[in-house]
């Protein structure tokens, strides 16, 4: 499975972003998928995860009733609402596709590149 992120940009502190990862093939409904961030100078950390059917969320505390993680797989996307968005927020994001609703970079198989947040003070 081939992921594509895109969104990513630069934005005020309080300001929102919505991140989209599209799928490169129809069993995209197969895979529970996850958004993973890297800020400079520290590990890849957890953000969000969404179940087969999108029916189970779960997220970070950190960013927990701040960003919305939801899936079409009817077009193979999954998306990332960022809603008051802070400093620390600011990181490269990366989507993923897992055949288990995992947290741990070793559960997820398929990997986006990374799109870009900086969020401004």
């Known amino acids: 499975v081939q992921l594509q992120a895109s969104g990513g940009g630069l934005v005020q502190a309080g300001g929102s972003l919505r991140l989209s990862c599209a799928a490169s093939?129809?069993?995209?409904?197969?895979?529970?998928m996850g958004w993973f961030r890297q800020a400079p100078g520290k590990e890849r950390e957890f953000v969000a995860k969404i179940s087969l059917s999108g029916g189970t969320t779960y997220y970070a505390d950190s960013v927990k009733g701040r960003f919305t993680i939801s899936r079409d797989n009817a077009k193979g996307t999954v998306y990332l609402q960022m809603n008051s968005l802070k400093p620390e927020d600011t990181a490269v994001y990366y989507c993923a596709a897992a055949p288990v609703f995992g947290s741990r970079e070793g559960d997820y198989d398929y990997w986006g590149q990374g799109t870009q947040v900086t969020v401004s003070s």
């Open positions: 093939e129809r069993t995209f409904s197969r895979y529970h």
